[in-house]
């Protein structure tokens, strides 16, 4: 079974600084996805980003990007120019390769913004 | 259309109570996710359907636990005498059906927190 290991609780970070949330995972599966989910208090669950594990390019979106070590099984978040609307939990998420559908989820960091 | 509704968004239930959580998927979306999120823990997979086909329930935790998907749409979560370990935040999520090679995304509702007394 695959398991994704998040073992920062908690990190905190000044505003405009740049903060990197660590992941990793365990699976026997060559093909697969990863993504980064943030929750922020309302309970909304929404996409940050997502790596194919078949890529060796680095997913970026905006302020956020990925370091995907593949080798390492290490998938980690970065948060670059951090703002205030970016408090909230974030979760790594697993998915396997196409016919296993569900998504196998970390515990969580939760992140706080310095003023 | 919208996004993924769950309601109630409350529920207070006594122990031994049966609950009916709904879940209304974003329109044309073919799955459908079920979740358990214990109190600061992850969301943990229950079960999924592909349109009325539950094909995944490996994730029910019991036999309490109870899914259904009659018409390819909505979808309600059933607990049977619940007890308070079943206390947590229930998320529905959909998604389009995945085609190979292509990423796809789990939308997320706000989710159901139940609490058993």
């Known amino acids: 079974a695959q398991t994704v290991t998040q073992s920062q609780p908690e990190m905190s970070v000044q505003e405009a600084e740049t903060v990197t949330l660590s992941c990793t995972y365990d699976?026997?599966?060559?093909?697969?996805?990863l993504f980064w989910y943030k929750q922020p208090p309302s309970r909304q669950m929404i996409l940050v980003i997502r790596q194919e594990a078949y890529k060796q390019q680095n997913a970026t979106e905006n302020r956020f990007s990925v370091n995907f070590q593949k080798a390492a099984k290490s998938f980690s978040l970065k948060i670059s120019d951090s703002q205030l609307g970016d408090a909230a939990m974030y979760f790594c998420?697993?998915?396997?390769?196409?016919?296993?559908?569900?998504?196998?989820f970390g515990t969580g960091t939760r992140l706080t913004i310095i003023p | 259309g919208a996004g993924v509704s769950q309601s109630p968004r409350y529920k207070v239930a006594k122990r031994g109570q049966d609950v009916a959580l709904r879940c209304d998927p974003i329109?044309?979306?073919?799955?459908l996710f079920w979740y358990q999120q214990a109190l600061g823990q992850g969301p943990e997979f229950l079960t999924y359907f592909q349109n009325e086909a539950q094909l995944d329930k490996s994730g029910l935790p019991s036999d309490r636990f109870f899914a259904e998907r009659p018409e390819g749409s909505v979808s309600t979560l059933k607990i049977q005498r619940t007890q308070q370990e079943d206390s947590a935040v229930y998320l529905c999520?959909?998604?389009?059906?995945?085609?190979?090679?292509?990423?796809?995304?789990?939308?997320f509702g706000p989710g159901t927190r139940l609490t058993v007394t």
């Open positions: 998420a697993y998915k396997g390769d196409f016919g296993n559908e569900k998504l196998t």
């Open positions: 699976t026997s599966e060559s093909d697969y996805y």
């Open positions: 329109s044309g979306h073919v799955s």
């Open positions: 999520a959909s998604s389009n059906r995945l085609r190979t090679g292509i990423v796809y995304e789990q939308y």
